[in-house]
Structures are given as C-alpha cells and as structure tokens.
C-alpha cells in the first residue's frame, strides 16, 4: 500500500515513511536509507521524535502504537 500511495503522489512524506520502515524491518537497509534519504530531502527538519508527536494528536501512547515505524524510520537513518 505504502508503494502504490507513493507511486501515485511521490512527495507524500506519510507514504514515504511507511515505507521506509517497512523496508528496514525486513531487513533490506539499503534501501530503506534511500528511502530515508528521500523524505530527509523532500522534509529536511523531519525527525522521528517529530513523527511521535504527529501520532500523539490520534493515540495515548505512540511510542508503543506505532514502536516499529519508529524503529524502522531509526534504522533508515532519519534522525531521532
């Protein structure tokens, strides 16, 4: 889903970063840093600590809710 949203509208950072996560949790780092590489281009102030605080407006605990996007986006470089 996170490649057909990106396909369809590539600036959109939220499909971006489903899919940059999704690539470092399977494993595949190289390319999730690319990924990673292209929000940082199209976002250059976006941190993770950012993205917890987006989800803070729909959910109690992001940090738990959504702890393997963040663990993903870490990994695919975007600073915390």
């Known amino acids: 889903a996170a ?7 590539p600036r959109a950072i939220a499909s971006l970063r489903f899919q940059a996560a999704a690539l470092a949790q399977m494993g595949n780092l190289d ?5 990673g590489d ?3 281009n199209l976002s250059p102030g976006l ?3 950012r993205v917890v605080e987006m989800y803070r407006v729909f959910v109690a ?3 738990q809710t959504v702890r393997k996007q963040i663990e993903g ?4 470089g975007l600073p915390e």
């Open 47 to 49: 941190r993770v600590s």
């Open 31 to 35: 390319e999730a840093r690319r990924v």
């Open 73 to 76: 986006l870490l990994l695919a």
């Open 61 to 63: 605990d992001p940090e």
């Open 3 to 9: 490649l057909q949203a990106y396909e369809t509208n």
């Open 38 to 40: 292209r929000i940082s």
